[in-house]
């Protein structure tokens, strides 16, 4: 049977590679998009989130619009630079002709979730405001739901909206806090794998070559977001952010993961919004971290096979 999921979002070009990916992918049911804010305001990745199911032909699929801010602060601004004014690699799409459901994503994400015990798992590829909107109005999906496979944070490694933070955890460290802390299965797909799963400029053509109109669209959208990459880290081509934490819920082999309670630092002046786990080997652990769950980080990737899996997709 394929594995139920529920997308959180903020598209965003990598938002719609991941989302194409999945629905494309057997193994995978996508019952579910919810929109965040993050690489746009949440009102636009929620326009966005239908154009990319109309584009699939798949608006059999609901979608439901969540919080427009943080927990604590403000939210901080889109990034045109990297996704485009829209989103989309200002590629300007027309608007979409269906609607969001009528509920929050946070009440949607629980209805479902409740509804399906055991069987939902959610992949947050955005901030993580919804979900832990979602565990303090519910607390029990924590027992009900399958597993939290998400997109953001860096174990290991340095960040990508600060020197110590990813982007996805940067942008609400307290909801991301809740989230890591809850009795849940979370694993945490993040900077120390997807800056080595490598999508070069011939791996890009395969999107060229295909008919499919999803495929179209990402050739559409992809120069801006492209041209990101090559300028702010010199490659060919682009990292694979949201569609390795797809690839971790479609295959989990691809990764090698290490278990460890992790921590979001939310008041540091310099590192707010770094995932700190917990990894030196103590018999006792630092108060901090006491009672903290054990997150699944995957530390290292087979960084071809993903790319060959998202390729084998399209």
């Known amino acids: ?12 070009v990598d938002d719609s590679m991941a989302i194409f990916f999945a629905l494309n992918s057997p193994e995978l049911e996508v019952i579910g998009l919810t929109t965040i804010y993050g690489n746009v305001h949440t009102s636009l990745a ?3 989130a239908l154009r990319l199911l109309e584009i699939a032909a798949r608006t059999d699929i609901p979608v439901a619009q969540g919080a427009n801010d943080p927990l604590a602060i403000p939210y901080g ?3 045109p630079f990297v996704h485009g004014a829209d989103g989309q690699g200002d590629a300007n799409l027309p608007p979409p002709s269906t609607c969001a459901v009528d509920q929050s994503a946070a009440v949607f994400i629980i209805e479902q979730i409740m509804r399906q015990p055991g069987e939902v798992t959610l992949v947050p590829i955005g901030p993580l405001t919804n979900i832990a909107l979602a565990l303090r109005l519910e607390p029990r999906i924590a027992q009900r739901v399958r597993e939290v496979v998400l997109m953001g944070g860096n174990a290991l490694g340095p960040g990508n909206a600060t020197p110590a933070a990813e982007a996805n955890i940067h942008n609400d460290p307290e909801a991301a806090d809740v989230v890591f802390g809850a009795p849940w299965q979370v694993t945490m797909v993040g900077l120390d794998v997807t800056h080595t799963v490598h999508m070069t400029s011939a791996d890009l053509e395969a999107y060229a070559r295909s008919s499919k109109a999803t495929a179209r669209h990402i050739v559409h959208i992809l120069p801006k977001y492209r041209q990101y990459f090559e300028d702010t ?8 952010h949201d569609s390795s934490a797809i690839a971790y819920a479609i295959d989990p082999t691809l990764f090698t993961v290490q278990r ?3 921590r979001v630092e939310t008041s540091g002046l310099f590192s707010r919004g770094k995932t700190w786990p917990l990894v030196t080997q103590t018999d006792h652990r630092l108060p901090e971290w006491e009672g903290r769950p054990l997150v699944n980080v995957p530390t290292r990737v087979d960084g071809r096979r993903v790319v060959d899996l998202i390729l084998s997709r399209i």
Request: proline letters at 14%.
């Open 1 to 12: 049977m394929p594995r139920k999921i529920i997308i959180d979002t903020d598209p965003g």
């Open 46 to 48: 929620t326009t966005n």
């Open 77 to 79: 601004g889109p990034v």
């Open 233 to 240: 880290y010199g490659c060919d081509g682009i990292f694979v």
């Open 260 to 262: 460890w309670p992790v």
